[in-house]
T-cell receptor, first 112, second 115 residues
Framework: EAGVAQSPRYKIIEKRQSVAFWCNPI?????LYWYQQILGQGPKLLIQ????????DSQLPKDRFSAERLKGVDSTLKIQPAKLEDSAVYLCASSDTSDEQFFGPGTRLTVL | AQSVSQHNHHVILSEAASLELGCNYSYGGTVNLFWYVQYPGQHLQLLLKYFSGDPLVKGIKGFEAEFIKSKFSFNLRKPSVQWSDTAEYFC?????????????FGSGTRLSIRP
C-alpha cells in the first residue's frame, strides 16, 4: 500500500513569511496527525484530526499556525508569519483504528 | 502533565553487544506503548507496540520490550546488536482517557554501533 505522502520535502523561508505543508494520508485512515520535530527532540503533536474534525490541537500555536483537513482526506498545515524558532521537521502521520501511526518523510523547514 | 523520559541520549555499542534502552512515562491510567525507529535518511517506522496482554512484546529485527506497570517503564532490548541497528529510537505513550487519548513522544536515543 502507498505510504503517507508529504510535500514539499524541504523549504527555506525568511522570518515573517508564510509557508504551507501538504499531507496525503494512507487511504482509509481516519486519523491524521501533524507533528513538529525540532533538532534533538522527539516529535511534538501539533494537531490531530479524526476524519475532518479536530480531536486535539492543544499544542498548536494558534496565533500563527493553522491546519485543515477538508473532506477528511488531505490536510494542510500553514504557518503565518514564520519565526526563527519554527525551524524544524514537520511530520504527518495517519492511523486507522489501531493507534499504530504511519509516518511520512517529513518537511524540513528552515527559517532565516 | 504526562511525560515520557528516555534517559539515554546517545548510546555507543560494539556489534554483538546487548542493548537496553530505557523509557519511563508518567501517567497512572491506561496506556498504549510504542517504540519507533528512524534509520538514517528514512522516516519513522514502528518497531513494536503494547496494547494489552503479555507484557513482553516482540517486534521486528529481533527487538523486544517489556511493560512493567509498577515501574511505569517500557524498556527496549535486543540481545545482540548489528551495525544496521544504528538509528534513533523513540518511545511513545498514548495515554487513554474516557473520551480521548493523547500521544507523547520521548526525546529519543541515538544508537551508534561500531562495526
Amino acid at each position: 500500500e502507498a505510504g503517507v505522502a508529504q510535500s514539499p520535502r524541504y523549504k527555506i523561508i525568511e522570518k515573517r513569511q508564510s509557508v504551507a505543508f501538504w499531507c496525503n494520508p494512507i487511504s482509509g485512515h481516519a486519523t491524521l496527525y501533524w507533528y513538529q520535530q525540532i533538532l534533538g527532540q522527539g516529535p511534538k503533536l501539533l494537531i490531530q484530526f479524526q476524519n475532518n474534525g479536530v480531536v486535539d490541537d492543544s499544542q498548536l500555536p494558534k496565533d500563527r499556525f493553522s491546519a485543515e483537513r477538508l473532506k477528511g482526506v488531505d490536510s494542510t498545515l500553514k504557518i503565518q508569519p514564520a519565526k526563527l524558532e519554527d525551524s524544524a521537521v514537520y511530520l504527518c502521520a495517519s492511523s486507522d483504528t489501531s493507534d499504530e501511526q504511519f509516518f511520512g518523510p517529513g518537511t524540513r523547514l528552515t527559517v532565516l | 502533565a504526562q511525560s515520557v523520559s528516555q534517559h539515554n541520549h546517545h548510546v555507543i555499542l560494539s556489534e554483538a553487544a546487548s542493548l537496553e534502552l530505557g523509557c519511563n512515562y508518567s501517567y497512572g491510567g491506561t496506556v498504549n506503548l510504542f517504540w519507533y525507529v528512524q534509520y538514517p535518511g528514512q522516516h519513522l517506522q514502528l518497531l513494536l507496540k503494547y496494547f494489552s496482554g503479555d507484557p513482553l512484546v516482540k517486534g521486528i529485527k529481533g527487538f523486544e520490550a517489556e511493560f512493567i506497570k509498577s515501574k511505569f517503564s517500557f524498556n527496549l532490548r535486543k540481545p545482540s546488536v548489528q551495525w544496521s541497528d544504528t538509528a534513533e529510537y523513540f518511545c511513545a505513550v498514548n495515554a487513554r482517557y474516557s473520551s480521548a487519548s493523547k500521544i507523547i513522544f520521548g526525546s529519543g536515543t541515538r544508537l551508534s554501533i561500531r562495526p
